[in-house]
């Protein structure tokens, strides 16, 4: 199974981006995965932003992926959740595994309803800051499903 990291805008921080870079790596060791950018639409309204952010994100998802959208009305997992989660896909054969990050100004309903709804944290986080979360507990999950000592219950 692929895992795609859809996602808003490039990296500013050079130390986000190389503490995603090093997760990432990581990550591609367990199997294929990868970030993927669509253009932020800076310099419109907030409103006119989300819409022509979230129609790129659209064009990248196919009827046949498995989605996941996240956002702090999500549900929240526990690390060991995750990693079940994603062996089940696995094992259900999902070819590709999208896992959509918005920017700045979030997401819409329409793209919301496009898939599971997962939180980071209740809290509002940086979208930036989300990636490398997100990218650190993805590897955390496959260190997880093969019983390697990274994780500590």
Same mark, same amino acid.
């Given at each position: 199974?692929?895992?795609?990291?859809?996602?808003?805008? /490039? $990296?500013?921080?050079? @130390?986000?981006?190389?503490?995603?870079?090093?997760?990432?790596? +990581?990550?591609? +060791?367990?199997?294929?995965?990868?970030?993927?950018?669509?253009?932020? @639409?800076?310099?419109?309204?907030? /409103?006119?932003?989300?819409? @022509?952010?979230? @129609?790129?994100?659209? /064009?990248?998802?196919?009827?046949?992926?498995?989605?996941?959208?996240?956002?702090?009305?999500?549900?929240?997992?526990?690390?060991?959740?995750?990693?079940?989660?994603?062996?089940?896909?696995?094992?259900?054969?999902?070819?590709?595994?999208?896992?959509? $990050?918005?920017?700045?100004?979030?997401?819409?309903?329409?793209? +919301?309803?496009?898939?599971?709804?997962?939180?980071?944290?209740?809290?509002?986080?940086?979208?930036?800051?989300?990636?490398?979360?997100?990218?650190?507990?993805?590897?955390?999950?496959?260190?997880?499903?093969?019983?390697?000592?990274?994780?500590?219950?």
């Amino acid at each position: 199974m692929k895992i795609v990291v859809l996602t808003v805008g /490039k $990296l500013r921080s050079k @130390a986000l981006k190389d503490v995603c870079d090093e997760y990432l790596a +990581r990550l591609k +060791r367990y199997g294929s995965a990868e970030i993927l950018e669509v253009k932020a @639409a800076d310099g419109l309204s907030p /409103k006119k932003s989300i819409e @022509a952010e979230c @129609a790129n994100l659209m /064009k990248n998802i196919l009827p046949t992926d498995t989605v996941w959208i996240l956002d702090e009305r999500g549900k929240e997992y526990r690390s060991t959740e995750l990693s079940n989660m994603i062996m089940r896909l696995e094992i259900t054969s999902t070819k590709r595994l999208i896992i959509v $990050l918005g920017g700045a100004y979030g997401l819409t309903d329409f793209v +919301r309803s496009k898939g599971s709804l997962l939180a980071l944290s209740k809290m509002t986080l940086p979208h930036e800051l989300c990636r490398a979360l997100l990218l650190e507990q993805l590897y955390r999950a496959r260190t997880i499903q093969r019983g390697e000592p990274y994780h500590h219950e």
